[in-house]
């Protein structure tokens, strides 16, 4: 399997499935020490980036503000305490 060393340059699909592979990997327990502790730190750089760029995509995220009638009144940014009022 080709390995992408800059993360930087990986989608998050690649990512997410390059850390899937990882998993599968640590947990078939049938990598030798060394070469699972490598796994680990490639995972946990991995997931970072997934978080990162999930991070980043929530950002951009748009919520449709409505009037009194339900029509479309304009954008907010995304809230995470937007339905909480």
Do not use: W
Not at 2 to 7: A, I, P, T, V
Not at 11 to 30: H, I
Not at 34 to 40: F, K, R, S
């Amino acid at each position: 399997m080709e390995q992408k060393n800059d993360l930087g340059e990986m989608s998050f699909e690649d990512a997410l499935k390059a850390l899937e592979d990882v998993v599968r990997r640590l947990e078939g327990g049938d990598a030798p020490l060394d070469e699972a502790i490598g796994l680990y730190a490639r995972g946990d750089a991995l997931r970072a980036h997934c978080q990162a760029r999930l991070d980043a995509a929530q950002v951009r995220i748009e919520a449709i503000i409505t009037d009194r009638d339900g029509r479309a009144a304009g954008l907010r940014p995304f809230d995470d305490n937007a339905g909480a009022a």
